[in-house]
Every structure is written in structure tokens, then in C-alpha cells.
């Protein structure tokens, strides 16, 4: 039984037809990577394992439980910790406040801190700045901190990569891979080369279907298939 499973995936936005039949295994323990190019259906592929956009066909499950028609809060009452393109912190509100309020229980900040500085160190020297003074990389840093607050055991993570310097892209990807020590990954990655570097497993979505999945050592060596799906260069 998977850790996750999406089975016959279709969602709708408005009136548009944007996953026609999407299915991903993601085993327990592993960092699994949605991959293809701009608009094919990744990050409506995320909202939709959240309830943020209903399948209107097609199931959900997570740790053997139907979560398809869940609302999303329930959903990630369940464990599931959402780092959404774009970052989407809190500008105004400290780091320590976007932190804190991360909390699904009272004290989760302060029994993870020590864990998240580790990965972390620049978030705990600015802890008492507003977002709005931080980087690019460091509000990156924060939206993925913050997601690992309460006790999530799968993280979906969008764009982790994006707009970081070479120096931070390095830093995020030991950061996720110690991050996989603990919990689940299913994480979009536009970067070929980082997602090679981080996830064991690969899904291909291609105009809203899942086109071809398997190992990642394997797609790294697939030149063909790197070009027709990718188009990496």
C-alpha cells in the first residue's frame, strides 16, 4: 500500500480541464519528484492532494485513508505541510511569528527549533525581523521552516528551488535531504539538475496526465525522454 497515492486524477479549475488522468505511488520515506514543463499540471497537482482544488473524478489516499473529498484543514490536521510557490509568508509578521503560527499544537515551534536552525542558521539570526526584510533565499528558507513546525510526516513542496542563487540552491538541497530523514517529499522541481540531486523516485505530468514515472538514476541516463518531456537542453 503507498504512502500516498493518486489514482485516475481529474480537476477541474472553472471550467478548464487541467488533470486528465493523473496517477502517482509515493512510498513512505522517500523524496519523490513532479516533473515537466510550465503548465502542465504540477502545482494543480499539489492543491488538488490538499483540497485546495477538488478532483472531480479519480481518488486521493493517504497512509490508506480516502482523502479526496476532504476539506483542506482536514487534510492537513492529517499531516500534510504545504510549501507553495511563491513562498506566501507573512511580510509583516516576524520570522518567529510566521513560525509560531505554523503551530498546530502549542509548543511545536519550540520543541522543533533547534531541528529547523540546524537547517536553518541565517532564520535564527533574523528571527526577530519582519519578512519583508529578508531575501529571496531566506523568505524560501522560512516557507519550508514553517512547514516544518507541526508534526507533518509528508511535505508537498513547490519550487523549492526557484529564484535562489547557486550558493542557497546548495543549502536547500542538503537542507531537504536531511529534511527526508524524517518526513515524506513530494516536491515540484522546474530545475532538472536539483531535482536529479534530490529525489529517488520521478513522475512526469504532460498536458494534465502522468506520462511516464520510475527511478531517478534511470531518467538522469534518458536523453530521449528528457527532451520530449523536459526540454532541459
Known amino acids: 500500500m503507498s504512502f500516498l497515492r493518486l489514482n485516475g486524477i481529474h480537476t477541474f479549475i472553472e471550467q478548464f480541464h487541467i488533470l486528465q488522468g493523473v496517477t502517482i505511488d509515493v512510498p ?24 485546495l482544488h477538488p478532483a472531480r473524478d479519480g ?9 479526496t473529498h476532504r476539506r483542506s484543514f482536514d487534510i492537513a490536521a492529517m499531516g500534510i505541510g504545504y510549501v507553495p510557490e511563491h513562498r506566501a509568508i ?7 511569528e510566521n513560525l509560531r503560527i ?22 535564527e539570526r533574523l528571527i526577530d525581523l519582519p519578512g519583508t526584510n529578508l531575501s529571496g533565499g531566506q523568505q524560501q528558507m522560512l516557507a519550508v521552516a514553517r512547514a516544518m513546525v507541526p508534526d507533518n510526516r509528508l511535505l508537498l513542496i513547490d519550487e523549492p528551488s526557484e529564484g535562489l542563487a547557486p550558493v542557497l540552491i546548495e543549502q536547500m538541497i542538503e537542507a531537504i535531504r536531511e529534511l527526508s530523514s524524517h518526513t515524506t517529499v513530494l516536491l515540484v522541481e522546474q530545475n532538472f539538475i536539483v531535482a536529479s540531486h ?17 527511478a531517478m538514476a534511470d531518467l538522469v541516463d534518458d536523453r530521449d525522454t528528457i527532451d520530449r518531456y523536459l526540454g532541459t537542453g
Not at 512526469?204 to 506520462?211: D, Y
Request: charged share 25%.
Open 28 to 51: 513512505e520515506g522517500s523524496i519523490v519528484a513532479l516533473l515537466g514543463r510550465n503548465g502542465a499540471g504540477k502545482t494543480t497537482t499539489l492543491k488538488t492532494i490538499l483540497g
Open 198 to 214: 534530490l529525489a529517488s523516485q520521478y513522475v512526469i505530468i504532460e498536458e494534465g496526465q502522468s506520462v511516464k514515472c520510475g
Open 59 to 67: 481518488s486521493v489516499t493517504y497512509e490508506g485513508a480516502d482523502i
Open 90 to 96: 507573512f511580510a509583516d509578521l516576524s520570522v518567529a
Open 102 to 123: 505554523a503551530e498546530r499544537r502549542k509548543g511545536d515551534f519550540a520543541a522543533k527549533a533547534d531541528f529547523i536552525f540546524g537547517l536553518f542558521p541565517d532564520l
